[in-house]
């Protein structure tokens, strides 16, 4: 007997016919012994519903009053599984975050889980009942109701799972696992069996949004045995684990081709070279509370210094006119941008043992006269900026040069 924490998403749970089709899972899965706590989101579609709603009706919804209406969905959900296992003979229970005692801190629409007290669902579990969590949702200390961000819900199941000592955190969704780029973009792209948890953090980060990535650093720091697989299809799915000796031996140089179009890039032309510029810059931008991604800082000639950098395409606007302003006081020569660049990365935990994979993803990309705007690495991950009109093609070669679609 193992116990299972089950996470089903909004299209898994999009209809009447598709709750019917989670709960003969969930059954077939109790029958088998299983002691299991089921996570679920808003039906699709749902939230985004709700906060359409909140928005007709402010500008500016209360935080905590935004919560209160986001987090009804998820509970809907729960009462017609439990409803809808009731009818096949199998106990269930729906719990509300308070009732499973998830705690979070006070942040409102992005609130982080601080503590997990699971005496009552543990409860239920040895009584032999199903237990159907309503995801997304946790109370702070106020006794308020929380949320943890869009796509929160894998959080939920993935915390749950890590208090619990689960013996693996299943996230059931509408792709069958994680794949070596997007399939859409490369016909032959392939399910891979494994991935490790910083690998999968790089995808997600980048734009694979198969996971919510909170839930994926959570699985890594608690060690939680996480699988991606389909609420439609039979199949192992993708694991996700640690970096073991296991996992890096059987590794190709690279596991995956993660890609952003939302991107936007800004360059500062002849700032003073001197100390606190890239602060002035960039803190500025930071004030806005705008995120920066890539930063890259050169000398352009005597005492002067070029700044690039890229920003997602929605702020581009904001973000021009805030590095304006900047760059006048500073006595820029120029200050110039673009929207239409996308980030193109090549991801895998095997580079750290290899040599020379950047080059040949350079080299790939040069053969097929894409330029690259700028390049940036970390240990596991290279990414270079391109122009967004060559995104596909660059997708499509470095799958093919890194020989993606076998093994
Ligand atoms: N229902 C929430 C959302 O759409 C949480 C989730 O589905 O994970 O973001
Ligand atoms: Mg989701």
Redesign the pocket.
Same mark, same amino acid.
């Not at 869009?150 to 894998?154: A, C, E, L, V, Y």
């Given at each position: 007997m193992s116990l299972l924490v089950q996470k089903y $998403? !909004?299209t898994s749970v999009g209809s009447v016919e598709r709750i019917q089709a989670v709960a003969d899972r969930v059954y077939k899965s109790a029958q088998q012994g299983h002691q299991l706590v089921v996570v679920v989101?808003?039906m699709s579609g749902?939230?985004n519903r709700l906060i359409g709603l909140a928005s007709e009706i402010s500008q500016r919804p209360l935080p905590r009053e935004f919560d209160v209406l986001v987090s009804t969905?998820?509970q809907v959900t729960t009462a017609l599984l439990c409803m809808a296992l009731a009818e096949r003979g199998q106990e269930a229970r729906s719990y509300t975050g308070r009732q499973a005692g998830i705690q979070t801190d006070n942040s409102y629409n992005k609130a982080r889980i601080n503590n997990i007290d699971t005496q009552a669902v543990k409860k239920d579990l040895d009584e032999g009942r199903v237990v159907v969590l309503a995801?997304?949702q946790g109370v702070n200390d106020a006794g308020d109701v929380t949320t943890l961000g869009? $796509? !929160?819900?894998?959080t939920s199941a993935v915390a749950m799972a890590a208090a619990l000592q689960a013996d693996e955190c299943q996230i059931y969704t509408d792709v069958d696992g994680v794949y070596t780029t997007d399939p859409r973009v490369v016909a032959d792209a392939r399910k891979l069996d494994r991935i490790t948890f910083e690998e999968m953090l790089e995808m997600s980060s980048l734009g694979s949004k198969v996971l919510?990535i909170r839930s994926v650093e959570f699985a890594g720091k608690y060690n939680v045995a996480l699988r991606v697989l389909s609420s439609f299809q039979e199949g192992e799915g993708t694991l996700i684990t640690l970096d073991n000796e296991e996992a890096t031996l059987e590794k190709a140089l690279v596991s995956g081709i993660a890609f952003n179009r939302d991107e936007a890039q800004l360059t500062v032309r002849g700032v003073p070279d001197t100390p606190g510029i890239a602060y002035r810059i960039l803190g500025a931008v930071s004030d806005a509370n705008i995120e920066v991604d890539m930063i890259v800082q050169n000398i352009s000639g005597d005492n002067v210094t070029d700044f690039t950098f890229t920003v997602n395409r929605i702020d581009y606007e904001r973000v021009s006119e805030i590095v304006s302003n900047v760059a006048k006081e500073l006595g820029a020569v120029d200050v110039s941008g673009r929207k239409d660049i996308a980030k193109l990365s090549i991801v895998g935990v095997g580079m750290r043992s290899h040599a020379g994979v950047a080059t040949k993803m350079f080299e790939a990309l040069a053969a097929e006269q894409i330029n690259i705007l700028m390049i940036s690495t970390s240990e596991i991950k290279v990414s270079v900026v391109i122009d967004e009109k060559y995104l596909e093609l660059g997708v499509r070669i470095l799958h093919d040069v890194f020989d993606l679609a076998q093994n």
């Open positions: $998403g !909004g989101s808003a749902e939230t969905g998820e995801g997304f869009r $796509g !929160g819900s894998d919510q």
